[in-house]
């Protein structure tokens, strides 16, 4: 029993590509191309190319994600231009605008990028480390 013929077409390959250079998700394509999700996985199984051009049109928009991210967790400048309107005047200064670094940017990358220095948790026994931290803490209180 023969189901009902694809939908796919062979344009879909570089229409998908394009899409997801743009930043397009699955679920955004497969609205694009008004089918479910589950046909679009269907899809990339059945039609290499076109898993490939997806793969191929994300990475563009992942990079610029991931170069984003990183100026954002230690900081930019850009030009900027500030207008002034001052007794019936407009004045034009072009300035240099500082984004300063983000902590929580910082931490994400970090953990990401290096986790065996950035996890939350130490390498010892957590018990073990309270116990000693403890410790020390009442060596030190004043009795």
Known sequence: MAGRPSKFRVEFITQAEKLCALGATDRDVADFFEVSEATLNRWK???PEFCA???LGKTPADDRVEQSLYRKAVGYSFDSEKIFHFQGHITRAECIEHV???TTACIFWL???RPEQWR????GDSTDDVIGLLGKLIEGSPS
């Open 45 to 47: 199984l059945t039609y």
């Open 53 to 55: 051009s997806l793969k």
């Open 100 to 102: 300063p670094p983000d």
């Open 111 to 113: 953990k990401n990028r």
């Open 120 to 123: 939350d948790k130490p390498d």
